[in-house]
């Protein structure tokens, strides 16, 4: 019987940022070791629909593509499936030039084939060299008329290892726009629904998706597959655990598809998705890759992975994303075409087979922030990888033009990362995480940012307080964190009201570093300015006329830890641009929480094995299906 394990696709969506991810009908160079479109005949008048286009005489389109390539090594490597057969339908004369590439990049052509009038043409290939990365790809150049593609697909022989379906779980808080526009998404593409057997959408807003324009007409489409749960708001995790409940007890999927909110997705992911889960050769967490949605060309992650030692996530080849594809397509960005194998997968889109689910429970109440890293160690520690794959991907509001570590998300950032760390940290006393979060305080301090500080320490003292706690203020902690933002006026945005608001010495700019690189002391520089720093905040008044007015202005990309500290106040721009706010130096808030920081962390690393053995004792009970079960009971 024959398996398709990827079809080749065309954008749902007629914008010509997304054409690159699925088609290259460029000609590109290499200047100075960097790529170069050379002409471009790229049209989305020549894409006739979701699966077929038109190729214009003497042109040639590859598809080397992000969406259309074929990911051979993360096949070879995690599953059995070893041949693969390549099917092109072509309408015309032309050439079908099929190629690979290895870990670094480097290109080989394996087959040419001459093919006229209606053809449809084999290729047989086998994955046997792609153990170190590679992909297969093929390219069509029209002969002296125009050619028209009729689809492809890369199919097998071989049965799957699993042949269950998915549920998928869409959790939402306030998104219902999103939500209706995913669900619309879903229902165009029946080759992608026979594989999905319920879709849980749980709604913990008070913007309901059931109101929402669009969503009769799309709940008709899905019929019974679509079930809508009403919730108050548990956060991320508390929303996955309910699709990840809902799809056990339902006793009828192999895999609980998990999806977030605010996404546009690629439905020929979810399927692919399902289909690399069906086939991998043991249980295997497949997680989807994320552009962002308001750059659509943009990759912004590929593999991410948890650093032990100060127990932080991060991308692989960091210093390399986002990758921008309208800058350098596949075929010529040799680090994409290295296997990277993650740790984890954020659960924008993530698929977790039940077996999983039944072996190490749902996700941990979290609210947000860890919730996917943490599932995922877990997992880990019981045998069961996290893959995640190219060319399974979707669009998500990305961080840029955000700054959730200076809002009530701070809450999160370390409450979670902590107790993330004393579950699954390898390091005698949590490794540098103590000193690496007292930095932390450090650099909010010095940039006078004294709200994140007072929620990080909330933090750790509920950290302190033991795992009983995620219970206790599943719901009310982020409402308090919220509250507590009235008491720092540092958190207003001044919006613009067409009177501008200045500084009393004008705006400072700064020479422009490279993307990632800073002109940050280090070393034996940075001990002494660090205790020049504190010094001066501890024992210096500000300037009454800078606190009635802020001294400096900055941009929100100048404004950074070895650049405030020198002055009283600042007017710092949002990042989202819609404002400013102004930071204003405080010695009473500086002197008690630089206290209470050295206290918290002296007690976080001194008692971090005692924690750590209450946390992990304490699992079963946090993360069980009858735990949650109950939780949800008691939330009505």
């Not at 008070?206 to 919730?231: P, S």
């Not at 075409?337 to 997968?345: F, T």
């Not at 006393?429 to 979060?437: K, Q």
């Not at 001066?536 to 650049?563: I, L, T």
Request: glycine residues 6%; contains cysteine.
């Amino acid at each position: 019987m024959t398996h398709v394990l990827q079809n080749v696709v065309f954008p749902i969506e007629r914008d010509p940022d997304l054409l690159p991810l699925y088609a290259d009908p460029e000609t590109w160079s290499v200047v100075d070791e960097e790529p170069v479109r050379v002409s471009s005949v790229a049209h989305l008048g020549n894409v006739l629909d979701r699966n077929s286009a038109r190729i214009p005489a003497g042109r040639r389109v590859s598809f080397g593509t992000y969406f259309n390539a074929f990911p051979a090594s993360y096949w070879q490597h995690w599953t059995e499936v070893r041949k693969v057969r390549l099917q092109v339908r072509t309408s015309g004369r032309a050439t079908v030039l099929v190629y690979r590439s290895n870990g670094g990049g480097v290109h080989q052509r394996l087959e040419t084939e001459e093919v006229t009038d209606d053809a449809e043409t084999f290729f047989d290939l086998t994955l046997d060299r792609y153990s170190d990365g590679g992909w297969i790809w093929f390219d069509i150049v029209a002969d002296e008329s125009t050619v028209i593609f009729r689809g492809a697909e890369w199919t097998t022989e071989q049965e799957p290892k699993r042949t269950g379906n998915a549920s998928l779980g869409i959790t939402t808080f306030n998104k219902p726009d999103y939500c209706v526009s995913t669900l619309g998404d879903l229902a165009a593409e029946p080759g992608v629904l026979e594989l999905v057997d319920r879709i849980y959408l749980i709604d913990q807003g008070t913007k309901l998706v059931e109101e929402q324009d669009g969503f009769d007409e799309v709940a008709a489409q899905l019929g019974d597959t679509l079930n809508v749960i009403r919730q108050p708001n548990l956060g991320g995790s508390g929303g996955f655990a309910r699709s990840m409940l809902e799809t056990l007890d339902a006793g009828q999927s192999e895999f609980v598809q998990l999806l977030d909110d605010d996404v546009k997705i690629e439905p020929e992911s979810v399927r692919r998705s399902i289909i690399f889960g069906r086939y991998a050769t043991i249980p295997t967490i497949v997680g989807a890759h994320m552009f962002d949605l308001l750059d659509r060309p943009k990759l912004h992650a590929w593999a991410e992975v948890v650093e032990d030692a100060p127990f932080m996530w991060r991308n692989l080849f960091q210093e390399r994303m986002p990758h921008d594809f309208s800058y350098a397509n596949l075929r010529q960005s040799p680090i994409l075409h290295m296997r990277l194998d993650a740790d984890y997968n954020g659960w924008w889109m993530c698929l977790i087979p039940t077996e999983i689910l039944r072996e190490i429970g749902l996700s941990l109440p979290a609210f947000i922030k860890w919730d996917d890293a943490e599932y995922c160690l877990r997992a880990r520690e019981a045998g069961y990888p996290t893959v995640s794959v190219p060319g399974v991907a979707l669009w998500h509001v990305s961080w840029v033009g955000k700054d959730d570590s200076i809002d009530w998300q701070a809450y999160y950032h370390i409450r979670n990362r902590a107790v993330a760390g004393l579950l699954h940290s390898r390091t005698a006393r949590g490794g540098t995480l103590p000193r690496h979060s007292r930095r932390v305080d450090l650099k909010h301090l010095m940039m006078m940012q004294y709200y994140p500080v007072e929620l990080r320490h909330r933090a750790l003292r509920d950290t302190l307080r033991g795992p009983q706690h995620m219970w206790d203020n599943l719901a009310t902690a982020m409402p308090e964190a919220r509250r507590l933002a009235n008491d720092f006026p540092e958190t207003k945005t001044q919006k613009d009201t067409g009177v501008p608001l200045r500084s009393r010495k004008g705006r400072l700019t700064f020479k422009r570093m490279k993307a990632n690189i800073f002109d940050s002391p280090t070393g034996l520089a940075l001990r002494i300015f660090t205790a020049r720093v504190l010094i001066a905040h501890w024992f210096h008044r500000p300037d009454p006329d800078n606190v009635a007015k802020p001294e400096v202005e900055f941009g929100k990309g100048d404004a950074n830890w070895w650049r405030m500290p020198f002055y009283d106040s600042a007017l710092v721009n949002a990042a989202d641009g819609s404002g400013k706010n102004i930071y204003t130096r405080d010695r009473r808030q500086f002197r008690r929480m630089l206290t209470d920081s050295v206290r918290l962390h002296w007690r976080l690393q001194r008692e971090w094995d005692d924690l750590a053995r209450s946390y992990r004792k304490a699992l079963p009970d946090l993360v069980s299906p009858e735990a949650w079960r109950r939780r949800f009971s008691d939330a009505g």
